[in-house]
């Protein structure tokens, strides 16, 4: 099972990598560095709380998983 700690940390990596993906994209589009990154920012902190439900979720459920 893994462990809260490890979902956490998990989710900060996955969305520091979508943080700068988005601002990216976000300066691309709209041509403004502000407005970029607010995009980015909202777009992490709800990806954030996602994903966390999401792994937790599925640490739950032991489908799939090999039992050794």
Do not use: D
Not at 21 to 27: H, S, W
Request: aromatic share 8%; no cysteine.
């Amino acid at each position: 099972m893994e462990t809260r700690r490890r979902s956490v940390v998990k989710a900060v990596i996955w969305n520091v990598i979508g943080l700068t993906v988005m601002t990216v994209v976000g300066m691309l589009a709209t041509g403004s560095a502000t407005v970029g990154g607010t995009m980015a920012l909202v777009n992490t902190g709800l990806g954030f709380v996602t994903y966390l439900i999401y792994e937790r979720i599925w640490a739950g459920i032991a489908w799939g998983r090999a039992h050794v």
